[in-house]
Each structure stands twice: as C-alpha cells, then as structure tokens.
C-alpha cells in the first residue's frame, strides 16, 4: 500500500493542526494505520494507531489528551488532530500502515511495512 502524507505547516504553541494520509495501491482493508515522527537528531517516535475496525487505539505518553488518530475507511485515509501543539511536538510526521500487527501500546517502526513520506510539522513558542 502507497501512503501519501499531507496537513504538515507552521503554527504557534497553543494551536491545531490536523494530518491526513490517504492511502493507494491495494486494499485498504484489515491494515492498521498508525503516526509516527522525528525530530532532528532524534529516533523516531510512536504517536499513535489505530485498528482497522477501530476497535483498538493507542498513543504514545507525550500525546495523549492532546492528540486524536482517525480513520474513515470508506476514504481510506487515516487523520492526525494535534490540538494544544507544544514546541516539542515539532517534527517530521510520518504514517505507516501494517496488516499483522496488532495495535498496543509501545507500537515501533518496525511493527509497520508500509510508511509515506512524511510532513513537516513546526511549532513555534
């Protein structure tokens, strides 16, 4: 499956943004999608994942009560909503999407075979 990343941009500490990654190429059908980023110089980070069928949901500590994974499978696209966005959040954003995995917490990039190419997310103080 090819995923596409977009949504990225600049905005001040406080503010939202919201990511999308659409996804092509094959069935959409049974992956898990989650978010994934790296700030520079750092490894990269689980944010979030969530189930197929949405039953399962998980977040990394840094972003939970702050950050919301969606998905509308009808689209086949999975959405990021960062609200209360900390200079610490900026980086590179990443989706990936894996059919055999099973979504928990402590999720890492090799869990996922299938990854976009990122968009750039800046937050400013």
């Known amino acids: 499956v090819q995923l596409q990343a977009s949504g990225g941009g600049l905005v001040q500490a406080g503010g939202s943004l919201r990511l999308s990654c659409a996804a092509s190429?094959?069935?959409?059908?049974?992956?898990?999608m989650g978010w994934f980023r790296q700030a520079p110089g750092k490894e990269r980070e689980f944010v979030a994942a969530?189930?197929?069928?949405?039953?399962?949901?998980s977040y990394g500590d840094s972003v939970k009560g702050r950050f919301t994974i969606s998905r509308d499978n009808a689209k086949n696209t999975v959405y990021l909503q960062m609200n209360n966005l900390k200079p610490e959040d900026t980086a590179v954003y990443y989706c990936?999407?894996?059919?055999?995995?099973?979504?928990?917490?402590?999720?890492?990039?090799?869990?996922?075979?299938?990854w976009g190419q990122g968009t750039l997310v800046t937050v400013s103080s």
């Open positions: 969530k189930s197929y069928g949405g039953g399962r949901t």
């Open positions: 990936a999407a894996d059919s055999a995995i099973w979504v928990d917490a402590g999720l890492r990039p090799s869990d996922f075979n299938s």
């Open positions: 190429g094959r069935s959409f059908s049974g992956y898990a």
